[in-house]
C-alpha cells in the first residue's frame, strides 16, 4: 500500500512563496516512483501541475506554473517538495501528489494519491 502526505499548504499574500512537501511512509520507497502534483479549485478539474521522475533528473511543468514553481527531491528523506514562488490567487487549490512508476501527466496516470493541502492566495 503507498501511502502520502502532504504538507505545507496555507494562507499567503499574492507574489509570495510556499513549499509544499510530498512524504512517503509505510513500506514506500519514493525513489522508485515519479512523483506528480496535480491541483483542484472548487468547481473545476483536477489539473497537472508539475512532474518528477524517479531520479529526479527529469521535470515538466504545466504552462501556468513554469518559471515559478520548483520541483526538487530528497529520496534520504523519502520526500518529493514543490517550491511555489510568486504566487497568484489563481494558484488557489487544493494540491495533491501522487505516485507512479514512470513520468505522467494525466490524473489517470496515477492510482495513488495523497488526501491534499490547501493553498490559499489573498490579492
Known amino acids: 500500500q503507498v501511502q502520502l502526505v502532504e504538507s505545507g499548504g496555507g494562507l499567503v499574500q499574492a507574489g509570495g512563496s510556499l513549499r509544499l512537501s510530498c512524504a512517503a511512509s509505510?513500506?514506500?520507497?519514493?525513489?522508485?516512483?515519479?512523483i506528480g502534483w496535480f491541483r483542484q479549485a472548487p468547481g473545476k478539474e483536477r489539473e497537472f501541475v508539475a512532474v518528477?521522475?524517479?531520479?529526479?533528473?527529469?521535470?515538466d511543468y504545466s504552462d501556468s506554473v513554469k518559471a515559478r514553481f520548483i520541483l526538487s527531491r530528497d529520496n534520504a528523506k523519502n520526500t518529493v517538495y514543490l517550491q511555489m514562488n510568486s504566487l497568484k490567487p489563481e494558484d488557489t487549490a487544493v494540491y495533491f501528489c501522487?505516485?507512479?512508476?514512470?513520468?505522467?501527466?494525466?490524473?489517470?496516470?496515477?492510482?495513488?494519491w495523497g488526501q491534499g493541502t490547501q493553498v490559499t492566495v489573498s490579492s
Open positions: 518528477i521522475s524517479a531520479s529526479g533528473s527529469g521535470t
Open positions: 501522487a505516485v507512479r512508476r514512470t513520468f505522467g501527466k494525466r490524473v489517470e496516470d496515477y492510482g495513488y
Open positions: 509505510g513500506r514506500t520507497f519514493i525513489s522508485s516512483y515519479a
